[in-house]
């Protein structure tokens, strides 16, 4: 590595910093172009972008990680380029070959080697892919046109303290319909999440919980991460519903729950008034890794699970777990890790 940046890997949060090189491709006429790496990172685009107007445009979150011996890998990306496409097929948007995902990933990785973060510092390089409808257009109808981009740069926790306990509040909103776009990565479910999110944040809490849009009586999700309880004998729950985001994280754990800890595992309805089944309850997600619950904030009083304080010990064994394939310390299931 030749280029040396000055970032203080220990104190990063989760925000934009600007890397040296993004990756750009356009789809027109039926087809993909080849794609490029550039140093600009403003993008030109049409007023009449749908985009712009009708929110047709998607994105993906994942991150690469130095190992203890140097080397840069992926964690699932494959399944971050199937999401994508999951993604584009609701929104009419053109699917984007999963070869042509990774290997823009990691073109956009290896530009900016110099801000993947060293191992030991619990900091990652973010990667942003993003697809968005562009072009002139004016009529309710999808684009003739679209840009797949690939960004990154280097971050830290995303709940402030990372893997510590924080309280959330339950929302009266919700995020996504209930036959509406709340499985898919689409901005126009997070647009509708900032002002809840704002309203928890006032209110001292790290972010909302969004139950099912149909009843209000199930929890879906916490904030922009999957919810995680763990009973108290012992079985790995999360919720299942077709609007939330289908995690790779939660995914993951599922697997790991089973495979590594022996756990039992479920994926089925978690009832907001019967948290008390639960000794310990985390979010899970890319960017939010593994974030302990310490309270639920419900009808006017605040349910804690483990402790407000403290990590409870099955949310730290998960999160040795996941955190140590990660960054290559534990053994992988097949398929899981990517080197870049
Ligand atoms: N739920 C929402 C709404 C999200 O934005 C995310 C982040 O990607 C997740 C869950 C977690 O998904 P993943 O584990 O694939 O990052
Ligand atoms: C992620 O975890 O990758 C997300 O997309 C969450 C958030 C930053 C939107």
Same mark, same amino acid.
């Given at each position: 590595?030749s280029k040396?940046?000055?970032?203080?890997?220990g104190n990063?949060?989760?925000?934009?910093?600007k890397t040296?090189?993004?990756?750009?491709s356009?789809?027109? &006429?039926?087809?993909? &172009?080849e794609?490029?790496l550039v140093?600009?990172?403003?993008?030109t685009?049409s007023?009449?972008?749908?985009?712009?107007?009708?929110?047709?445009?998607?994105f993906?979150?994942?991150?690469?990680y130095r190992?203890k011996?140097?080397e840069?890998?992926?964690?699932?990306?494959?399944?971050?380029?199937k999401?994508?496409?999951?993604?584009?097929?609701?929104?009419?948007?053109?699917e984007?070959?999963e070869?042509k995902?990774? $290997?823009?990933?990691k073109?956009v990785?290896?530009?900016?080697?110099?801000?993947?973060?060293?191992?030991?510092?619990?900091a990652?390089?973010?990667?942003?892919?993003?697809?968005?409808?562009v072009? $002139?257009?004016?009529?309710?109808?999808p684009?003739?046109?679209?840009?797949f981009?690939?960004?990154?740069?280097?971050v830290?926790?995303?709940?402030?303290?990372?893997m510590?306990?924080?309280?959330?509040?339950v929302s $009266?909103?919700d995020?996504?319909a209930?036959?509406?776009?709340?499985a898919?990565?689409v901005?126009?479910?997070?647009?509708?999440?900032?002002y809840?999110h704002?309203?928890a944040?006032?209110?001292?809490?790290?972010?909302?919980?969004?139950?099912?849009?149909?009843?209000?009586?199930?929890?879906?999700?916490?904030?922009?991460?999957n919810?995680?309880?763990?009973?108290? &004998?012992?079985v790995?729950?999360?919720?299942?519903?077709?609007?939330?985001?289908p995690?790779?994280?939660?995914?993951?754990?599922?697997?790991?729950?089973?495979e590594?800890?022996?756990?039992q595992?479920?994926?089925r &309805?978690?009832?907001?008034?019967?948290l008390?089944?639960?000794?310990?309850?985390?979010?899970c997600g890319t960017?939010?890794?593994i974030?302990?619950?310490?309270?639920i904030?419900?009808?006017g009083a605040l349910?804690?699970f483990?402790s407000?304080?403290?990590?409870?010990?099955?949310?730290?064994?998960?999160?040795?777990?996941?955190y140590?394939?990660?960054?290559?310390?534990?053994?992988?299931?097949a398929?899981?890790?990517?080197?870049?």
């Open positions: 590595m040396k940046v000055d970032i203080d890997w990063l949060g989760f925000s934009y910093i040296d090189y993004r990756y750009i356009t789809w027109k &006429d039926g087809k993909w &172009d794609g490029k140093t600009d990172n403003k993008l685009i007023e009449g972008s749908p985009a712009l107007h009708y929110g047709q445009q998607c993906e979150g994942l991150k690469a190992t011996t140097g840069i890998q992926l964690f699932r990306p494959d399944q971050n380029a999401r994508m496409n999951e993604s584009n097929k609701r929104l009419l948007m053109p984007i070959p070869e995902f990774i $290997d823009a990933v073109q990785v290896r530009a900016n080697e110099a801000y993947v973060p060293p191992y030991g510092t619990g990652t390089l973010y990667i942003r892919p993003l697809m968005i409808g072009g $002139d257009s004016i009529g309710v109808s684009a003739k046109e679209y840009l981009c690939v960004f990154c740069m280097p830290g926790p995303y709940f402030k303290g990372g510590a306990p924080v309280n959330f509040i $009266d909103y995020r996504a209930p036959h509406g776009t709340g898919a990565k901005g126009g479910n997070y647009a509708a999440s900032l809840p704002e309203l944040a006032k209110s001292g809490f790290a972010d909302c919980i969004y139950l099912d849009p149909a009843t209000h009586t199930k929890i879906e999700e916490v904030g922009a991460a919810f995680f309880g763990i009973t108290k &004998d012992n790995f729950v999360t919720p299942k519903s077709p609007s939330i985001l995690s790779i994280t939660k995914y993951s754990l599922l697997y790991l729950a089973k590594y800890l022996h756990m595992v479920a994926e &309805d978690v009832f907001i008034n019967n008390d089944e639960f000794k310990e309850a985390g979010a960017a939010a890794v974030t302990p619950i310490g309270g904030f419900y009808n349910h804690v483990h407000e304080t403290e990590v409870g010990p099955v949310t730290k064994k998960l999160y040795d777990t996941l140590g394939i990660q960054f290559g310390d534990v053994e992988a299931p398929g899981w890790i990517v080197k870049v």
